[in-house]
């Protein structure tokens, strides 16, 4: 990949800040950057080179990244006994419907993977709906939102990678199951540290002498897990993921944070979605009676699978908002066009869906 390549892409993604500034569209910036990729991509003027290695090397860094912001983002520590128990049984209620709704699509789209629909459907976007409802006045309402959507986030993305897989889906399984044990032993030695003092300690001369220590650490660990996860055909999907959990769980400094942030939204983050959209041909979605029929329904399936919240009392705004999705789909075409489960047609399809139930949240 060239200078010229990555200076172009970067400037491409500028894009979805610059659609994010009005705030009557309120469109949330990982759409603009998908937009332009498609634009520049195999939808429109075919001038991002997708199948690059270094550019799919900076993707992958990017998609761990986003994983892992994902998973920073769900601190368990703050959900509450009361909002957990009704989340649970909002999440069951949307689980059953989600898989009777994945069937029908299944059906009628021709889809022959009725459960990557309905992990797809069963989602919501916790890093899309918790900053639109930070504003809010504390509630009972919110909290069980909050909840909802960061317990239903956390579920679909352990789950995803043992759906997107044609063939290996045992290595796949015992690679997963490698980078869960993984992280879980990272999150006890953070702990261990954080207990006796080293985190604070480093995080003290890190702040005072410029070092950066917690972002060296955090990246290496990301990395090295990550390359964990590719060595025994596991995805990168849940090293990011459980790894950001794991983070989460032992308290992350505001500081890093920021940093992690800033190399995250400020270069990999805006080349993956980018280049997500570059390499999904949208226009091949129109060309099949199923794909449009797919896109059409999983709008409306994403709805119908989370309307088992009016049960329990929840406003209808917060219905919508548990409706709309983005990561989950993006890491679902992600996966599932790497291993040959979703044709490009189906990718389009998805990431258009996913673009439409974001208009949910407006």
Request: charged content about 10%; glycine content about 8%; hydrophobic content about 55%.
């Amino acid at each position: 990949m060239s200078i010229q390549l990555l200076g172009g892409l970067i400037v491409a993604g500028l894009v979805g800040p610059l659609l994010r500034i009005p705030k009557r569209w309120g469109v949330p910036v990982a759409v603009g950057e998908l937009l332009v990729g498609a634009i520049l991509g195999d939808s429109g003027f075919k001038k991002i080179p997708v199948a690059d290695p270094s550019l799919k090397l900076f993707a992958t860094v990017g998609f761990a990244l986003l994983m892992f912001g994902a998973g920073s983002h769900i601190d368990y520590r703050t959900l509450t006994k009361k909002s957990f128990e009704k989340a649970i049984w909002i999440l069951l209620a949307n689980f059953g419907l989600a898989v009777v709704v994945a069937i029908l699509i299944d059906h009628f789209a021709h889809f022959h993977n009725w459960k990557l629909l309905a992990v797809i459907s069963f989602s919501s976007s916790a890093a899309l709906v918790v900053p639109l409802v930070e504003s809010v006045a504390p509630s009972l309402s919110r909290s069980i939102l909050i909840t909802q959507v960061t317990l239903a986030d956390s579920i679909a993305f352990v789950a995803l990678p043992f759906f997107t897989q044609k063939t290996n889906r045992v290595e796949a399984t015992e690679g997963a199951l490698l980078v869960l044990a993984l992280s879980v032993v990272i999150y006890f030695a953070l702990r261990y540290a954080k207990g006796k003092g080293w985190l604070d300690l480093a995080h003290g001369i890190s702040k005072l002498d410029h070092l950066g220590l917690e972002l060296r650490i955090s990246l290496a660990t990301l990395l090295l897990v990550a390359a964990v996860a590719i060595r025994f055909h596991a995805s990168v999907m849940i090293a990011g993921f459980t790894l950001g959990v794991a983070f989460a769980s032992i308290g992350v400094p505001h500081r890093l944070s920021r940093q992690i942030f800033g190399v995250s939204e400020g270069l990999f983050a805006p080349i993956y979605f980018v280049w997500l959209g570059a390499s999904i041909n949208i226009r091949q979605t129109f060309h099949s009676h199923d794909t449009i029929i797919l896109a059409i329904l999983m709008c409306i399936g994403a709805l119908i699978a989370h309307l088992p919240s009016a049960l329990f009392a929840q406003p209808k705004r917060d219905i919508f908002l548990a409706s709309a999705q983005l990561g989950i789909p993006a890491a679902a075409v992600t996966l599932g066009s790497e291993n040959h489960i979703v044709s490009a047609g189906q990718a389009g399809a998805i990431m258009l869906s996913a673009l439409i139930t974001i208009l949910f949240t407006i």
